[in-house]
């Protein structure tokens, strides 16, 4: 199945496990990491940070084989950069990017799908790849499309 027909059906599932049922954000967060990365199984990381006080992400539920930092401040990685720009942001190989934060020796690129609610940022979707310029606009199309689910 390629990409884009992996994203639809996650869209599809999160619907049924979503509509009609009161979840909260945790839980929320818990279904679609493991929703994403059992799609995606080649990917190293897929998890949230939370917006636990200003200017600070704190790790939320992931998966993944990696021990991901438990915190990140506004100003240092990807993470942070998406956090303090609201935008999504995608690395093509974090050897290039300047203040990178590196949890493990496998990642090789990476995107950030900030969260927002009321305007507000609440949290951040991080999906860490193994091979170079493995996330493009398509991933970024449909993330910032299921992050919503959490809204």
Not at 115 to 130: E, S
Request: charged content about 25%.
């Amino acid at each position: 199945m390629d990409k884009t027909n992996k994203y639809k059906k996650i869209i599809h599932d999160a619907s049924h496990y979503f509509d009609g049922y009161e979840i909260d954000l945790i839980a929320k967060m818990s279904i679609i990491t493991s929703l994403l990365k059992n799609s995606f199984p080649d990917w190293v990381f897929c998890g949230f940070y939370r917006v636990v006080k200003q200017g600070l992400l704190e790790i939320g539920p992931y998966q993944g084989n990696i021990i991901p930092c438990a915190q990140i401040d506004f100003s240092r990685g990807v993470c942070g950069k998406s956090a303090s720009t609201n935008e999504t942001i995608i690395v093509n190989n974090v050897k290039d990017f300047s203040g990178y934060i590196s949890c493990d020796d496998v990642t090789v690129s990476e995107i950030v799908v900030p969260v927002t609610a009321n305007n507000r940022l609440i949290a951040v979707l991080d999906i860490d790849g193994k091979d170079e310029g493995q996330f493009d606009a398509t991933d970024q199309e449909y993330l910032e499309s299921i992050v919503k689910f959490l809204l």
